[in-house]
């Protein structure tokens, strides 16, 4: 009954593993690749969370342009609806740049050294432009259907992940869980039928 015993722990312990490992390479990859991409001359940047920040960003924007703010102040507090910590680290230091200079052209030249990608090409513009001269209703409608259409692709590329982690954390759950319902009623079989044939 001991052996039973351990080897019913030993399971769960197995299981745990396999759950707590698979659900978390990803990140320590992930954070790894951050760690040593900051010592270098650039700054390494998710482009899935670059993208996720995209339409709120956006949305602030035109909401902050229609209501009249200055641009100054609304790129200086653009970081404030960023969700991604390592996405808002180089918004928080445009923003203490725009501050120090109070020139908005030297906090987008910084974004633009540091975002070299082709999506955050494509959000400098688009900060530039609006930092310039606003962005126009029509202008905006469209670059609002095409950023929301972005970022529900990446929300559903989002729950399928989570889908295939919660099914993998149940299959291993069950696994467990059946090892442990059936190694005692294997166990008591064997001992009867040894006791029966001998």
């Known amino acids: 009954m001991a052996l039973v015993l351990l080897f019913n722990i030993a399971a ?29 001359e650039h700054f390494r940047y998710s482009k899935e969370k670059l993208a ?3 339409y709120r ?8 342009t229609s209501s ?16 991604d910590s390592t996405i808002k680290k180089p918004f928080i230091q445009m923003s203490v740049i725009i501050s120090h200079s109070n020139d908005v052209k030297t906090g987008l030249d910084y974004l ?3 975002f070299k990608g082709e999506d955050g090409a494509m959000l400098v513009s688009i900060l530039e ?8 209703n029509d202008a905006f409608l469209r670059l609002d ?12 590329r989002e729950t399928g992940k989570i889908k ?17 319902i059936f190694l005692p009623l294997i166990d008591q079989m064997m001992r009867s039928a040894n006791i029966i044939f001998n």
């Open 52 to 54: 996720k920040n995209f």
């Open 112 to 114: 633009r050294h540091v």
């Open 129 to 136: 432009n609006v930092a310039i001269s606003g962005l126009s």
């Open 12 to 40: 769960l312990a197995v299981g745990f593993f396999a759950l707590t490992t698979a659900m978390g390479v990803r990140d320590i990859k992930k954070s790894v690749k951050l760690k040593f991409g900051r010592n270098r």
């Open 145 to 156: 259907h095409m950023l929301f259409q972005k970022y529900l692709a990446q929300l559903q």
């Open 57 to 64: 960003m956006y949305k602030y924007l035109y909401l902050q």
């Open 68 to 83: 009249g703010a200055r641009a100054e102040d609304m790129l200086k507090n653009l970081y404030r609806v960023i969700d």
């Open 164 to 180: 295939k982690r919660y099914f993998f954390s149940v299959v291993c759950f069950v696994s467990a869980a059946s090892s442990i």
